[in-house]
């Protein structure tokens, strides 16, 4: 994938399909320690310890379209060629999490691109799932979180025109924030 | 700085034009494959530009959703438009200037745009 945030929209699909009504993505930047962190948690149907080891394995897929499954692989690939780690945990039934673990000054880092874009997609595709966005940079953060928003909300859908680009600009405007000093 | 005070201006504003929704019978249904083979084709911006043609010309009977993969990851960026009563179109191997077409002859004008439809390509 070109950038990270396109191999968070795939990941996340994963926990869609896994029928979770609740997902979380953390990004946790360290500029001192040159790390990112992001995390991919659901509370979908899980999967045991068997199909998480074989999921890492780019020939394992429930799919039927395709006999391979390419998504967690590559994001694994992505974090491992920077030096960085990977990790899943899952429990049948309760959910499943994902962090890849990046160290942002190697030559092999992939940059992070277009977040929000990902964010508001993936919120404005599944209006029956919630999310919660998570970002920090040092010690400055920001989250959105779906279920704050539709209260709000209320019978308004967070895909009108007007909401979107709402929620767009949010992001956004807190995105930048984090990175003034 | 965007607020959540302007949040609930702008749901007591789309409220007021709530009521207007077509039935379904009458919408156009637009699904952009989103499985991986998709994403790392390009379909992330493909999807936000259906999004946006589709709110800028304030076309009410017309949804955008996502679904996995259409079986013809080669292709992709992959989307199908389902008019009612027509069969359903596959256009394939999206770009932004490929959807502002298929929006304007085909969702508003109603003549799909062959050239760029699964058929035309696998000729
Ligand atoms: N969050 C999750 N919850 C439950 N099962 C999961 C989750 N993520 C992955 N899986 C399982 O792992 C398999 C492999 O995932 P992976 O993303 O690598 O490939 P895929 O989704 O099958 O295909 P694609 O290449 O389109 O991503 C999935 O088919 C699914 O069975
Ligand atoms: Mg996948």
């Known amino acids: 994938m070109r950038e990270l945030s396109l191999n968070v929209l795939d990941i ?13 993505i953390e990004l946790v930047e360290s500029t001192e ?37 390419l998504g967690i692989p590559f994001f694994k690939m992505s974090a491992e060629m920077t030096g960085g780690s990977f990790g899943i945990e899952s429990v049948p039934g309760v959910g499943t999490k994902v962090r890849a673990l990046y160290k942002t000054d190697h030559v092999d880092f992939t940059p992070l691109g277009d977040m929000c874009s990902t ?63 | 700085m965007k607020t959540l005070e302007e949040l609930m201006a702008l749901r007591d504003a789309a409220k007021a034009n709530l009521t207007t929704r077509e039935d379904s019978s009458e919408v156009t249904r637009i699904v952009v494959g989103m499985a991986t083979c998709g994403i790392a084709a390009g379909a992330r911006p493909i999807m936000a530009k259906f999004v946006d043609e589709i709110a800028k010309r304030n076309l009410q009977n017309v949804t955008v959703a996502q679904t996995g993969c259409i079986g013809m990851c080669q292709y992709e960026p992959i989307a199908e438009v389902l008019v009612p009563g027509k069969e359903k179109v596959t256009y394939v191997q999206l770009t932004e200037e490929k959807v502002a077409k298929i929006i304007v002859d085909h969702v508003v004008n109603g003549k799909p745009v062959v050239e760029y439809t699964i058929g035309a390509i696998t000729e």
């Open chain 1, 12 to 24: 996340a699909q994963n926990s869609i399909k896994a029928e979770a009504s609740l997902i979380e």
């Open chain 1, 33 to 69: 320690k040159k790390e990112l962190l992001i995390g991919i948690y659901d509370n979908g149907k899980g999967m045991n310890d068997e199909q998480v080891q074989a999921v890492t394995d780019p020939f394992f897929t429930t799919r039927t379209t395709r006999k391979v499954g």
């Open chain 1, 119 to 181: 964010v508001v997609i993936l919120i404005t595709m599944n209006l029956g799932v919630d999310f919660i966005y998570k970002r920090s940079l040092d010690s400055k953060q920001f989250v959105v979180d779906t279920r704050q928003l539709k209260e709000i909300l209320g019978d308004v859908p967070l895909n009108e025109p007007s909401i979107v680009s709402w929620l767009t600009d949010y992001i956004q405007e807190n995105t930048k924030q984090l990175t003034e000093v």
